[in-house]
């Protein structure tokens, strides 16, 4: 088959999805405006997608906070990273089941910022997205290349 013989399926609301990670930005009052304007303007034009963000975690109950109750429209959120271990002395970690107490839905794993400074191995990051699958979340992998400035 040639790609001239391809045809797309149509892309429903349920496939789109668009997770906006905040990497380490943010403060109380910023997050706070970026917040209300996403509600607002998702109540002004519904999304055609599902909307995600990931924020650093000492900001994980300001989302939960200021997003409980959006489920019709959409926006959900999660984390920027999870642990491998269900508890333990991992000083810094934060747990599958901690990032559920804050509502999140999802958890990034893979990312090549975290593959490069941090040393993450496949091996790991795979056990990172199992053990936010066996708790209940749904791990984003991240994939693709390395580009100076991403």
């Known amino acids: 088959m040639t790609d001239t013989h391809y045809k797309a399926s149509p892309i429903s609301r349920d496939h789109c999805l668009v997770i906006g990670n905040w990497k380490m930005n943010g403060s109380t009052e910023s997050n706070?405006?970026?917040l209300a304007s996403l509600t607002a303007g998702l109540q002004s034009q519904p999304s055609r997608g599902?909307?995600?963000?990931?924020a650093p975690f000492?900001?994980?109950a300001q989302v939960q906070a200021a997003l409980s109750g959006t489920d019709e429209s959409g926006i959900s959120w999660g984390a920027q990273d999870v642990s491998a271990n269900e508890k333990g002395a991992y000083t810094?970690?934060?747990s599958a089941g901690m990032l559920l107490e804050f509502g999140c839905t999802w958890a990034i794993v893979g990312h090549s910022e975290r593959r490069a400074m941090h040393s993450e191995s496949s091996e790991l990051v795979a056990d990172k997205?199992?053990?936010?699958?066996?708790a209940g979340l749904t791990p984003v992998f991240c994939v693709g290349i390395i580009r100076a400035g991403c």
């Open 58 to 60: 000492p900001y994980l």
């Open 50 to 54: 599902r909307l995600g963000v990931c």
């Open 92 to 94: 810094g970690e934060v």
């Open 129 to 134: 997205a199992f053990a936010a699958a066996k």
């Open 32 to 34: 706070a405006a970026l």
